[in-house]
Structures are given as structure tokens and as C-alpha cells.
């Protein structure tokens, strides 16, 4: 088989696997960027939980799907640009509008809260999308994804001390330095690792953030939306 066979054969294997209605709906739900479990994924195609599964599997045969697992979850996103371009693609021939992701997470766990113990929700997700796009932080990938974690760069290493935090003795702890951490509401990711905490660390002592008694969720206070948009950009 030449090679221009080779990429025909390829190219009608992840057609038909796109092409089955129940299976179209599942990749263009996750378009929107946010991870899903396959509970909502059978609920959003209109299958039942072992039919999903199936599906699941031959979309990520197709590599059109990856799988994050977190604890007992296991959350399925998209596996890259290259596959939310070719679904927008396809979309503006077909046409249609599609619904976004809704989160029912209460309002005062979603903005901001700990994630065991580093800093989750929108504020969490938020950082972690202004550190990657700073350059900060760089990608570092093992053969498993649920391995894959971050590096800093040399300008990450500068702005993350320039903050209070002490790279060398964070790299040093007995626990993965930097990962992204599939948030719970967002269903995006924040900065989970010895980094993550370093981070809640800092915003705790400087008091952009304070913990409610009796739970997870934290309070942005009025110093903290101050700092969080002249030091990132970001707006709460």
C-alpha cells in the first residue's frame, strides 16, 4: 500500500468514526474545551452507559479523544487542536449552533476554593491560563497522560520567585512538582504539585484569598482582585 493509500484509508477510518451520530454529539459537547466524564457523555448522546463506552473507545482509537483520570473519575477531552479545527471545520458546512458548558457547581465553591491543597475554580483555572500563556510554564510529558506535568521556564523560575516562592525548596518535597489538575467545576485545568500549593500558600499569606470556616471554599477579597489583574490580567 502506498503511502497516499495509507493516508485515504486513515483519513475514511476517523470519518466513519465521526460520522456516527451519537459519537458526532459526544466530540462537538467537548468542544467548548471542558473535560466530561462518560456518565454526562452518554447523557449528552442519548446512550446508555456500556453503549458510551464503546463509542469512547473507538474515538479514541480514532485519537480523537484523550482520557485524563483523576482519582476514581476518568474524564475524556479532545486530544488536540488539530481535531476541534477539523470539527469547527465540518460544523460551518453543516451549520447549527451548539450549547455550552453550564456548571451546577455552587457559586461560592466555583469562584474559588482548594483543591486538597492548592487553589481551585475559576480563580485556580484562571491562573493556570495566564501562567501557560506568560511562559511560564512549559509542558513535560512521561509515556502515561496521566503522568504529564510542567516545567518552568527561566522566566518561569523568575516570576515564581519574584512571588515569594522557593523553587528549589518546592522541587526538592517528596511529591510531583507541577501538573495540570482536571478542576472539578471548570473541567479545565489548574496548577496541582508542589507549585499549586506554593501558590495558595502565597495568595493565603497575602491575604488575596481567605478560607472559610468549615469548607473548602475561599473568599477573593478586595486586595486579591486588585493584584490578580495588575499582576495577571485577571479580572474576578
Known amino acids: ?9 486513515a483519513a475514511s ?4 468514526a465521526i460520522g456516527e ?4 454529539r459526544m466530540l462537538y459537547c467537548l468542544m467548548d474545551g471542558h473535560a466530561r466524564t462518560s456518565t454526562e457523555l452518554a447523557v449528552v448522546a442519548g446512550v446508555t452507559p ?14 480523537l479523544l484523550k482520557v485524563t483520570v483523576q482519582g476514581k473519575h476518568r474524564f475524556y477531552s479532545l486530544e488536540g487542536r488539530e ?12 451549520g447549527g449552533p451548539r450549547n455550552k458548558f453550564v456548571a451546577t457547581t455552587p457559586s461560592r465553591l466555583r469562584a474559588a476554593r482548594t483543591c486538597y491543597d492548592h487553589l481551585a475554580g475559576t480563580v485556580g483555572v484562571a491562573l493556570h491560563d495566564r501562567f501557560t500563556a506568560m511562559g511560564w510554564l512549559c509542558s513535560s510529558k512521561t509515556q502515561k497522560d496521566s503522568e504529564r ?18 523553587i528549589v525548596e518546592a522541587r526538592a518535597l517528596r511529591r510531583r512538582f507541577a501538573y495540570p489538575c482536571l478542576d472539578w467545576s471548570e473541567r479545565r485545568p489548574h496548577v496541582g504539585g508542589a507549585l499549586g500549593a506554593a501558590v495558595l500558600k502565597i495568595a493565603l499569606k497575602r491575604k488575596w484569598v481567605v478560607q472559610e470556616l468549615d ?18 490580567g485577571i479580572q474576578i
Open 215 to 232: 469548607s473548602r471554599a475561599l473568599q477573593v477579597t478586595g486586595l486579591g482582585r486588585r493584584e490578580l489583574l495588575s499582576r495577571f
Open 1 to 9: 500500500m502506498d503511502v497516499e493509500t495509507h493516508t485515504d484509508v
Open 13 to 16: 477510518a476517523v470519518a466513519a
Open 21 to 24: 451520530p451519537a459519537r458526532a
Open 83 to 94: 481535531v476541534a479545527n477539523t470539527l469547527e471545520g465540518l460544523s460551518v458546512i453543516a
Open 50 to 63: 456500556s453503549t458510551a463506552s464503546v463509542h469512547l473507545h473507538r474515538l479514541q482509537d480514532a485519537n
Open 149 to 166: 506535568g510542567y516545567n518552568l521556564t527561566q522566566a518561569g523560575e523568575r516570576a515564581f520567585e519574584a512571588l515569594g516562592i522557593d
